[in-house]
């Protein structure tokens, strides 16, 4: 009897329990949506309008972008901002559910990579008409990079990445060469990498006895897309997809010349291929621990530079053998949801403009230093120029918007960026010929590019 | 006299391979102890240096600044318990009609419920997210928890398995005795099968307590966050923050010791006290 009775108060309380937190959550949820709800349905001009924004958060920056969303809505008394946000992997995956379902937030910030896929889809706005009202585009870095090839915008920059050449000047001066410079083409820079390269047992290439295949120091470390073989490819003046993005130009002459260079580097010990990289803690630890001379990194490789503390600079990328040069850019940027009201589209506008044209907005994003600033005018200032001691040629990455170019985005660029990984990969580790990767990649980028935009 | 001497280098074989074994497996927790006590050059130096110079214990402080980790935790240890206790009186329940009661259809539906392990978790996060999104329930933690709250296939599994390798006698004397099937399910056996429930407790507390798909899409405001989701937000797009996100984690493990060492004599005894005395 005595355990009947106890269990029926153990049930009793797990019941209020449930039905307390239940209760709990569900009210609060509820109230939120009418007040919404209400909004929506209103007229009136005064009335506050909340817009739900979606961001990725990271560590320090989170602090920032709540302080400049109390600031916007301090300017802003008719907007209410509620926010949402989870860690960058597991953002775009919710994103996608909450397409699905209809649950998006009104404004969310994208990977640059991104804008189209959503774009192309149907889920963001077109914002073209008021890109071209509001702002003047003359004041802007990487407007054009969300421009689709009909001259559409998706999407206004919240910050850009943009690619150039790290070096680490301690590993330049202990082998006694010049730093890189402006007038430099990727065979210079294999050259120079080659004088750069260290084997266990401290021979370089050349020496008698160099092991290409146990090196303790790269002259060029090498990974992934942006940071790795598309801007040689696009200096080479090869690339993947033509102008208007549905067609593969992968099996080019230009493009195996571009290879060839890599592969050769890569078999010398020069360049790290796909292995060298899995025996460090990740591809990315490579530059910042000491153990390459030289990364095609993009500005926010300053942060993990700086933090281990690394005597390093940047110049601009090097020219292919034709003189082109090609700069990889990724703009992450505001986008605005399709299926929200005019109403919230119009609030979720207004952040954007204060985002972008706000000097001071852009001064305190800037100083987290994670990415270029969108407006020209805070770039080019001390803000941007003096952020930190290191690198002292900032201007680099400024003067690399002049060939700068996104990473042929369309709508499926995270599938056919992985095929070729795929191919590619094989070739750097000597699995199959140039040939055949250019081949295949061909191939099946056009299968996967053909199955989107056929329908 | 040899027979002995034999005996004895075999157990010392034995204890060197245990040790040396023992070694392996403590080795990435160790690493991992370092390399959280150590600047981000030291992190990424090349070639490693195990043992880091000087001991930044203040990344572990450092944790608590970047983000509302008190929360995470609390969220985390609502979330785990309330689970914990729902898969045990769910499971157990579900697992002892099977096991025990006669109605029309049993072994279809035990059937039925396997056959649901086998659809994978990604196909029916869009329909769940539905069913919360009607609920009203998004964004708040009672959908990381409810579910478990229904009993799950496995767990199901698990306690029929214990349940029917009760002697029937036991049912029977209880019914002598008086009971009815609710009172024989819970004053004769559950007390019979510690060590399955002990088996799903853990099972359940490691799962939700390490959940990242979920909380990930149900969860949208960063004060909800649970520990995993939490850790991996210390680190942004473009930079890691490593060495935080490593302290971060190895306090996260701190509960899980914790569980364990407090479960593990349910582990170990077995169903010795079962037998008809």
């Known amino acids: ?310 005597n390093y600079d940047v110049t601009v990328l090097p020219k292919g053998p034709d003189g082109e040069r090609f700069s990889p850019v990724i703009a992450n940027s505001w986008v605005i949801n399709d299926s929200t009201s005019d109403k919230k589209a119009k609030a979720a506008w207004e952040w954007i403009k204060y985002w972008a044209t706000e000097d001071e907005v852009q001064k305190e994003w800037a100083a987290l230093g994670e990415a270029v600033p969108v407006k020209k005018s805070v770039a080019n200032s001390e803000v941007f120029l003096n952020a930190s001691d290191k690198p002292e040629n900032r201007e680099a990455f400024l003067e690399s918007f002049d060939f700068a170019g996104t990473l042929d985005t369309n709508a499926v660029w995270s599938e056919w960026v992985a095929k070729f990984n795929e191919h590619a990969q094989r070739a750097f580790l000597k699995e199959s010929t140039i040939d055949e990767a250019l081949e295949n990649a061909d191939k099946d980028i056009q299968e996967i590019v053909d199955e989107f935009y056929k329908e | 006299m040899k027979v002995e001497r034999n005996f004895f280098s075999a157990k010392a074989i034995g204890y060197l391979i245990i040790t040396v074994s023992a070694l392996i497996m403590v080795m990435p927790f160790v690493t991992a102890l370092f390399n959280s006590l150590k600047t981000y050059a030291e992190f990424t130096a090349v070639p490693p240096r195990w043992i880091p110079e000087l001991f930044q214990w203040s990344n572990y402080a450092e944790v608590f600044k970047l983000g509302n980790f008190l929360d995470y935790t609390a969220n985390s240890f609502l979330v785990t318990f309330l689970s914990v206790l729902g898969a045990l009186l769910s499971c157990s329940m579900v697992g002892f009609a099977f096991a025990r009661l006669k109605f029309p259809l049993k072994n279809i539906l035990f059937v039925m419920v396997l056959g649901t392990m086998m659809i994978p978790p990604v196909v029916i996060i869009i329909p769940h997210f539905m069913i919360f999104k009607q609920m009203n329930l998004l964004d708040t933690l009672t959908p990381l928890w409810l579910l478990e709250c229904l009993a799950q296939p496995f767990g199901i599994f698990l306690m029929r398995q214990a349940f029917m390798s009760i002697p029937k006698e036991y049912e029977e004397s209880a019914k002598l005795d008086g009971c009815n099937p609710f009172q024989t399910y819970w004053r004769i056996f559950m007390p019979m099968v510690r060590p399955s429930l002990a088996t799903v407790a853990i099972f359940t507390f490691m799962t939700k307590w390490n959940e990242i798909l979920a909380p990930s899409i149900y969860l949208t405001s960063n004060e909800k966050f649970t520990l995993p989701i939490g850790i991996l937000s210390l680190s942004g797009q473009w930079f890691g923050n490593e060495q935080y996100m490593v302290a971060a984690a190895l306090m996260s493990l701190i509960p899980i010791l914790i569980v364990f060492l407090f479960a593990e004599r349910y582990f170990v005894s077995n169903f010795t006290n079962s037998g008809i005395k």
């Open chain 1, 1 to 310: 009897m005595k355990q009947h009775k106890s269990f029926s108060i153990l049930l009793s309380i797990i019941l209020v329990m449930v039905i307390f937190i239940a209760g709990c959550s569900s009210n609060s949820s509820t109230t939120d949506n009418e007040s919404s709800n209400e909004n929506d349905t209103s007229n009136s001009e005064e009335e506050q309008v909340t817009i739900n924004l979606g961001f990725y958060s990271g560590g320090e920056s989170d602090e920032k972008m709540q302080e400049l969303i109390d600031g916007f809505m301090e300017k802003h008394p008719e907007i209410k901002v509620t926010t949402q946000s989870a860690p960058y992997g597991q953002f775009f995956q919710k994103l996608d559910t909450q397409i699905a379902a209809g649950e998006a937030p009104d404004i969310w910030l994208s990977d640059g990579v991104l804008v189209m896929k959503y774009a192309e889809r149907g889920a963001v706005k077109d914002l073209t008409e008021w890109v071209n009202r509001d702002l003047n585009k003359e004041e802007y870095y990487g407007l054009e990079f969300n421009e689709d090839t009909n001259g559409k915008y998706w999407g206004v920059p919240q910050g850009i990445q943009i690619g150039a050449l790290y070096y680490n000047k301690d590993l330049f001066d202990q082998a006694g060469v010049d730093y890189p410079n402006e007038d430099w083409t990727w065979e210079d820079l294999k050259e120079v990498a080659a004088k750069l390269t260290i084997d266990a047992s401290d021979k370089k290439p050349g020496d008698e006895g160099f092991n290409s295949d146990n090196i303790k120091q790269f002259g060029l470390t090498f990974f992934s897309i942006t940071e790795g073989w598309f801007p040689v490819l696009k200096s080479y003046g090869g690339g993947i997809l033509n102008d208007s993005l549905n067609k593969s130009i992968i099996n080019s002459d230009e493009n195996k010349q571009a290879l060839e260079w890599m592969v050769d580097g890569m078999s010398r010990g020069i360049i790290t291929d796909p292995a060298d990289l899995k025996s460090f803690q990740s591809s990315m630890a490579v530059f910042p621990s000491g153990s390459a001379a030289m990364r095609i990194g993009i500005y926010a490789r300053v942060l993990a530079a700086n933090e281990a503390g690394l």
